[in-house]
């Protein structure tokens, strides 16, 4: 385990965090429809009622939906969590699909953080369609910055 690790959940940011509010979602989000669910400190959730125009060529959600929900979610749990300074990445993210969505799913992704030192984080999260049933879960590893990259643009809360 490396130094900067903690045994704790809760070594967030004060909940005066900048990032209390769900960023503006990237065009690949909004292209596929994803809104934000909830919004919590170390918790985020984000939402998508499938379309035909969600699935692959079986009829079902392609997996790189499902995949991206849970990006969102378990990397959105980091964010919320940020000093205004830091930023973060993936840099693992294991996928388990459990089951498959079906047109017409409310799906609803979570995430939460696990651990988190200063230089790295750990979240897991899961998909759950409008039943409850589990689609898929994730646990994900993310790099954390204390300093965020110039070229990256300036968030809501700046």
Do not use: Y
Request: some cysteine.
């Amino acid at each position: 385990m490396a130094n900067d690790e903690t045994n704790s959940a809760t070594n967030a940011s004060p909940s005066t965090s900048p990032f209390s509010q769900p960023p503006e979602f990237s065009g690949i989000a909004k292209a596929m429809k994803i809104e934000p669910h909830s919004w919590n400190q170390g918790k985020v959730s984000v939402q998508v009622l499938v379309t035909k125009e969600h699935t692959n060529k079986g009829g079902v959600v392609h997996g790189g939906l499902t995949t991206m929900l849970l990006d969102m979610a378990l990397g959105g749990a980091l964010v919320s969590t940020l000093k205004l300074e830091e930023w973060c990445a993936t840099t693992a993210l294991n996928v388990n699909f459990l089951d498959a969505g079906q047109v017409g799913d409310h799906l609803i992704s979570s995430g939460r953080i696990v651990r988190r030192g200063r230089n790295v984080a750990h979240l897991a999260g899961e998909v759950v369609n409008q039943n409850g049933r589990v689609i898929a879960s994730a646990s994900g590893t993310w790099a954390i910055w204390n300093k965020r990259p110039s070229n990256l643009p300036l968030r809501k809360s700046e």
